[in-house]
């Protein structure tokens, strides 16, 4: 049995951690289908703020998602150092444009702590839970209360 399968099989979860200004986020790794470089977006007439545009991904129209708008921060202006994590959830493909990608993390459920109370509206809805590993503060987001269903149709 492969190492992933014995964690998985022992409660552990997989995240993919990344930076967006001075702060973490973290996705389940299962809906990260790859990460690739920053590629200019064409711009997407009527899309929400946060769609950057979309590019062309090996013959499939890919939106690309201001991550940091999205999560009601100021907007990324993307560089070479960006990363697109390309994620799958639900029946959707979205790039999310991140600063970059800071680590692979293997949590259990007793490494998540509850989101404060205090948290905004927005984050109790998208965020599940805040890792506080090794002096550091991983908000885990959840994609799918992140992008409700009626939106991803604008996308």
Known sequence: MSDVMKSMSQGNKELIAFRIGDQEFSVNIMSVREIRGWTQAMPMPHAPPYVIGM??????????????????????EPTDRHVIIVAQFKNRIVGLLVEAVSDILTITDDNIQ??????????????????????????????????????????
């Open 55 to 76: 590019i062309n991904l090996r013959g499939a129209v890919l939106p690309i998602v201001d991550l940091s708008l999205r999560l009601g921060m100021k907007k990324a």
């Open 114 to 155: 509850p989101v404060p109370e205090i948290s905004s509206d927005l984050e109790r809805q998208y965020a599940r839970g805040i890792l506080a590993i090794d002096k550091r503060m991983i908000c885990m987001i959840e994609l799918d209360a992140l992008f409700p269903e009626q939106e991803s149709e604008a996308a």
